[in-house]
């Protein structure tokens, strides 16, 4: 009884392993569509779980006419030693990514190589309302140090830097070409069972002002700040500016607030 039991479950298991090992890409791209909320996509999923490649899309990409949200094609490879415990996953795109992102690790914890993303501003319409409203054009790159990342309680807990550069940002509602360079810095911890984010929002220079700080909790964003026109610009940024906020006063000038809570 008990030898036919076992060969009952490494039967099970010879065939669970094959499943896995010769699994699709397109497998892949379902868990990433439905861990997102259907907000992130993997396009044109080819190859395999194990060696493959895909577009990234967002929400809007559902139509045809829509461009991917980044650049080029990711490529991955990712160990079969993950089903004994050990995470070891190269992603690579030269079009989008300044170097490979290598994560290493096991089950619960992971550690993910500094790199950076550049993506066209123009990509960003594939999220949807209101960005394609905005249709904001410029380059965006999102950098980061080594990232350790973990498992907790079914929660993803994250610690490092990151640093999102907004470079010669314009808007087709605004006729300032372009509106200004921007950097958003955010440090990520986690304390308490609550992972947190320090955000700080800054202008490196433009006609449109931009400043302010806030905090993530939890996925819940905390930001105060503000956005007002450079001295001899307001006239031609008044009805951009109207549609970011609530006009106030502060330091006897007219600016518009940023909350979000």
């Not at 079969?80 to 415990?85: E, K, M, N, T």
């Not at 190589?113 to 309302?129: H, K, Q």
Request: proline share 4%; with cysteine; glycine share 10%.
């Amino acid at each position: 009884m008990r030898s036919k039991l076992l060969w009952v479950c490494m039967g099970c298991f010879s065939v669970l392993s094959t499943a896995l090992l010769f699994s699709p890409a397109s497998w892949l791209a379902q868990v990433v569509e439905t861990q997102t909320q259907g907000r992130i996509i993997l396009g044109d999923a080819q190859g395999s779980l194990w060696h493959g490649s895909a577009f990234i899309g967002g929400a809007a990409s559902r139509s045809e006419a829509v461009t991917p949200l980044l650049p080029g094609r990711f490529t991955w490879k990712l160990s079969p030693l993950v089903l004994i415990g050990k995470v070891d996953l190269m992603l690579d795109n030269p079009a989008a990514l300044s170097a490979p992102v290598h994560v290493s690790g096991n089950w619960s914890q992971w550690q993910v190589a500094a790199t950076s993303i550049n993506m066209p501003a123009e990509r960003l319409v594939a999220l949807g309302a209101p960005l394609n409203t905005l249709q904001p054009t410029g380059d965006m790159r999102l950098s980061w140090n080594d990232l350790q990342v973990e498992r907790q309680k079914g929660r993803i807990a994250v610690a490092g830097l990151m640093t999102l550069d907004l470079v010669a940002m314009s808007s087709r509602l605004s006729p300032v070409k372009p509106l200004g360079s921007y950097q958003m810095t955010m440090a990520l911890s986690d304390s308490q069972n609550e992972q947190h984010a320090s955000i700080v929002l800054k202008t490196i220079s433009g006609a449109m002002l931009l400043d302010g700080n806030g905090k993530l909790v939890n996925g819940r964003l905390q930001f105060s700040g503000t956005a007002q026109a450079a001295d001899g610009q307001e006239e031609k940024l008044a009805n951009l500016l109207n549609l970011l906020g609530q006009r106030r006063q502060q330091n006897g000038k007219t600016v518009i607030g940023l909350e979000f809570s």
